[in-house]
């Protein structure tokens, strides 16, 4: 037990996906648990807040935030910027977009928010849009030409390409369109869970060969079928994603949410879930009604200690928990942001 703490302590920790970051009281909860960077979302391709006006406010946010040294922020634009986060104690904020909808149909867009420090891009989020199908598309027709400009564009700039919520011809046509490797921030296996939102064998084997990864995802839809799933569903995830891929090709994105049980109360959950089905963000299918609770063990980010000690119980290597951890997605920054 002792051995996979001080892993914790010394490993470089990535969470490359936590909307919970927008809510400034949990930012200590990461640092308390070992975490060195979470990849904020900062951009949304979702109904009504998927706009370059609303993404440019909320940005001008977030650098307000940076300004205030009592927040222990850092603002991560390359890879030293996490051995600073790590270095200080402080927690690394990586510009995330959660849909390619705030760059609108302008080519040009997708510069200036490289130059606002926007590093991962999410392609799709559930539904169709101007760059391609979301995972929830019934058909989904694939990369569109423009998408085609976006990827080549994120590429010559140094932007990681997400396919997270992305439709599965989508995601390979992305993977045979992107000359840089493409990942899935927060996926996990539809061989363990079956729900659309996950991803199949094919696609898992797909995103390693193009030297991706895929991040293990703590939504409790996305985990078990059930209320509550355990820490040993998620793990359960982890390990058919190993067998797929090989442990160098998975990551960590937990999505922890601004909504979730022990974030927010149920009411104020079930209004926010209503307005995303009535918004078509969000189908019943795939996303189960509120309460979310997190899987037992790591409900919270100040708890991540425990997926570390999960992982040293499953028989993984201080090498492979490391990658998992943080190095794996590391490998993947160090590669494609210039």
């Known amino acids: 037990m002792n051995f996979a703490k001080n892993i914790h302590k010394n490993a470089l920790i990535i969470d490359n996906a936590c909307p919970m970051a927008v809510l400034d009281q949990f930012h200590g909860h990461f640092i308390k648990g070992g975490v ?3 990849a904020a979302t900062v951009g949304y391709g979702m ?13 001008g946010k977030w650098f307000n935030k940076f300004q205030d ?22 927690l690394g904020i990586i510009f995330h977009f959660q849909g390619t909808t705030p760059f609108e149909d302008d080519i040009n867009t997708v510069e200036l928010f490289y130059r606002l420090g926007v590093r991962v891009v999410q392609l799709c989020y559930n539904d169709k849009d101007l760059v391609g199908c979301g995972c929830a598309v019934e058909k989904d027709t694939g990369l569109t030409e423009f998408g085609g400009k976006v990827i080549s564009e994120m590429n010559r700039l140094g932007i990681v390409i997400d396919c997270a919520h992305t439709g599965f011809r989508t995601t390979l046509d992305a993977i045979s369109a992107s000359k840089s490797p493409v990942i899935i921030s927060h996926g996990n296996a539809k061989a363990v869970c079956n729900n659309n939102r996950n991803c199949e064998d094919e696609l898992i084997a797909a995103i390693a060969k193009n030297g991706g990864v895929i991040g293990v995802n703590g939504f409790p839809g996305f985990v078990a079928q059930k209320i509550s799933p355990t820490l040993d569903d998620l793990l359960d995830h982890v390990d058919h994603m190993v067998k797929v891929a090989g442990p160098e090709h998975v990551c960590v994105g937990m999505d922890y949410f601004e909504y979730q049980a022990g974030a927010t109360d149920d009411n104020t959950a079930g209004l926010v879930y209503d307005f995303l089905i009535d918004s078509g963000s969000w189908n019943k299918k795939e996303y189960p009604a509120p309460p979310w609770h997190y899987p037992k063990g790591i409900e919270m980010p100040d708890t991540f200690e425990n997926l570390t000690i999960g992982l040293y119980n499953r028989g993984y ?14 490998r993947i920054f160090d590669t494609v942001w210039k």
């Open 69 to 90: 040294p009592d927040k222990n922020l850092v603002h991560v634009t390359c890879k030293e910027d996490i051995h600073k986060a790590k270095k200080e104690g402080k």
């Open 36 to 38: 060195t960077a979470v």
């Open 47 to 59: 109904a009504d807040i998927g706009t370059l006006d609303f993404t440019m406010k909320n940005l």
């Open 317 to 330: 290597s201080e090498t492979e928990i490391t990658g998992i951890l943080g190095i794996n997605i590391l």
